[in-house]
């Protein structure tokens, strides 16, 4: 029962970057970032009655963590805006935030890490350098323009270990779930919408986002898939949850397989697909091999 309301986030939570990624290409990523805050902010304000005063230090700290993963956001939407890129390829990088959540949690909360976990830190980041691999262009300029996309994705990440890890530490302190989403989700709405306020963008940027229909569906799957995760949280354990969401690489792969099937189906390309046939075997084999290296990884990263 549980299991398979896990396997629904992330079926949201895939649905929801696919959607993004059709819009982020016909959007404002600014535009994107600041009313993503503000649909979110909304969305869990019919939970208010739950939130509770958490403290100035509490404040503080989702105050931090608030400003810098809401401003991180956009750094996600310019990357997705890259038509060239899969998401496939940027789900190794976004997973190594399970790897900054681990050392973060070794400096700054006193946890420990056995070889197991170890092992499984290297495996995701030897995943994120093969993915790299695809553009190398032979020189170290040609490399880092090749792969600023994954950069792009690296600093999200990032963002999303310091609220894992403010998540984790703010519920040893005994806040509930319902007080530190709602700070955290209020905290990055406010800076952005100051700033848009400020620029005078906030009511001409609502024009800059394509499908706002799709994009409002979006962030509502979000949500759900947020609370969903939630009650799961409640009645598994984590080492059975993990194992489960290991799986998400292989859905965003079996997704792009189908819609290449697709476009094959519907398209005439003629001998420029069979030209391009070995570069994409070449692609395929080190996406997998990466995508297969980060769930292991992340199942290691979760031993004891």
């Known amino acids: 029962m549980f299991e398979l309301l896990l396997l629904l986030t992330l079926c949201l939570n895939i649905s929801s970057d696919i959607v993004d990624r059709r819009i982020s290409g016909l959007s404002n990523p600014r535009a994107l970032t600041l009313w993503a805050a503000i649909l979110q902010l909304l969305l869990v304000?019919?939970?208010?009655?739950?939130?509770?005063?958490?403290?100035?230090?509490?404040?503080?700290?989702?105050?931090?963590?608030?400003?810098?993963?809401?401003?991180?956001?956009?750094?996600?939407?310019?990357?997705?805006?890259?038509?060239?890129?899969?998401?496939?390829?940027?789900?190794?990088?976004?997973?190594?935030?399970?790897?900054?959540?681990?050392?973060?949690?070794?400096?700054?909360?006193?946890?420990?890490?056995?070889?197991?976990?170890?092992?499984?830190?290297?495996?995701?980041?030897?995943?994120?350098?093969?993915?790299?691999?695809?553009?190398?262009?032979?020189?170290?300029?040609?490399?880092?323009?090749?792969?600023r996309a994954l950069a792009l994705v690296a600093v999200f990440a990032t963002s999303n270990a310091f609220i894992s890890v403010s998540y984790k530490y703010l519920l040893g302190h005994e806040l509930n779930i319902i007080t530190i989403y709602f700070f955290l989700?209020?905290?990055?709405?406010?800076?952005?919408?100051?700033?848009?306020?400020?620029?005078?963008?906030?009511?001409?940027?609502?024009?800059?986002?394509?499908?706002?229909l799709w994009f409002v569906l979006s962030r509502l799957f979000q949500t759900v898939a947020a609370l969903v995760f939630l009650l799961v949280l409640y009645r598994l354990p984590l080492t059975r949850v993990e194992p489960l969401m290991a799986l998400s690489p292989f859905l965003y792969l079996a997704w792009e397989w189908v819609e290449r099937r697709i476009e094959r189906r519907f398209s005439l390309r003629g001998t420029a697909a069979t030209t391009a046939g070995a570069t994409e075997r070449r692609v395929l084999i080190l996406r997998v091999v990466a995508t297969g290296m980060t769930i292991v990884g992340l199942i290691l990263l979760h031993q004891k």
């Open 185 to 212: 989700k209020l905290f990055q709405c406010l800076p952005l919408v100051t700033k848009a306020v400020v620029e005078g963008t906030l009511i001409s940027s609502r024009k800059e986002i394509a499908r706002p």
């Open 45 to 147: 304000c019919p939970f208010i009655f739950w939130v509770q005063w958490p403290g100035w230090p509490h404040v503080g700290l989702l105050l931090l963590v608030g400003v810098f993963s809401g401003f991180a956001r956009e750094y996600w939407y310019r990357a997705l805006a890259q038509t060239h890129e899969q998401l496939s390829r940027f789900v190794p990088f976004v997973r190594l935030s399970s790897v900054l959540v681990l050392a973060l949690a070794i400096l700054l909360l006193g946890e420990t890490m056995t070889p197991l976990m170890a092992a499984g830190a290297l495996l995701m980041i030897g995943a994120g350098f093969i993915i790299s691999l695809e553009r190398y262009g032979g020189s170290w300029r040609e490399f880092m323009h090749a792969n």
